[in-house]
């Protein structure tokens, strides 16, 4: 069996200790996933492409907790939609979303007593 070390930078490589080999592993997979969206509740998914003139039509239907996965539509591409349940990614995604919105009220707390920048209480100038 093949071990595969992965690193912060793209030096990802593969030891095979039987065959007494290393070799260096493509991460080129990552540039063909254009979206990936997280299924907070379930879900019908549709898209709508065209790839050398021809309309592309792929509807799925998403579970809560599912990870949806949109790959570019190019001629590699032969499903463009699809869906993977791993309790790992998903926590990775909620965890995002749960401090980023965290955040979001930290800043707006700090924030609420602060004057308007203008007069006009707008906030839409510069003033």
């Excluded at 290393?22 to 998914?45: K, N, W």
């Excluded at 609420?112 to 003033?127: L, M, T």
Aim: glycine share 4%.
């Amino acid at each position: 069996m093949k071990t595969l070390y992965l690193t912060n930078s793209s030096a990802n490589i593969a030891v095979d200790v039987e065959e007494n080999k290393v070799a260096s592993i493509d991460t080129e997979d990552r540039y063909d996933i254009r979206q990936i969206f997280y299924a907070e509740e379930p879900m019908h998914a549709v898209y709508e492409g065209t790839i050398n003139g021809e309309l592309r039509h792929e509807e799925i239907d998403v579970k809560k907790g599912e990870v949806l996965i949109v790959f570019y539509l190019n001629r590699y591409t032969k499903k463009v939609l699809c869906t993977v349940k791993s309790k790992e990614w998903s926590a990775n995604i909620k965890n995002r979303h749960e401090i980023e919105q965290k955040e979001k009220e930290e800043w707006a707390l700090k924030h609420a007593n602060e004057a308007p920048c203008c007069e006009c209480c707008d906030c839409k100038c510069e003033g």
